[in-house]
């Protein structure tokens, strides 16, 4: 069962950042594109932003110019560095890998809670 172990999430003051971190199985993290969704309550989930296996990456709107998605293909971590946050970034943030180019068919973590106080 492949596992995609989430990290760095909290509460932050609105213009703070914060760092999120995914672990993935080596085998995973070096040829599958990967990303990061979020969910806020009462919401869709929706694309964060996405890096593929050759480093080009892609944004949300909602996101650009504030978040960083970024890989290190020696600790086989995924990486979201997000500054300048707003109270409408709050929600659960996913790493997750496509698989067959699917991200619906494709590999979750657990999710972690990001919350942005006003």
């Known amino acids: 069962q492949v596992q995609l172990v989430e990290s760095g999430g909290g509460l932050v003051q609105a213009g703070g950042s914060l760092r999120l971190s995914c672990a993935a199985p080596r085998s995973i993290f070096i040829v599958n594109t990967m990303g990061w969704y979020r969910q806020a309550p009462g919401k869709q989930r929706e694309i964060v932003a996405a890096?593929?296996?050759?480093?080009?990456?892609t944004y949300g709107v909602p996101v650009k110019g504030r978040f960083t998605i970024s890989k290190d293909n020696t600790k086989n971590t995924l990486y979201l560095q997000m500054n300048s946050l707003k109270p409408e970034d709050t929600a659960v943030y996913y790493c997750?890998?496509?698989?067959?180019?699917?991200?619906?068919?494709?590999?979750w973590g657990q999710g972690t809670q990001v919350t942005v106080s006003s």
């Open positions: 890096i593929t296996s050759g480093g080009s990456t």
């Open positions: 997750t890998a496509q698989r067959g180019g699917s991200w619906l068919l494709g590999y």
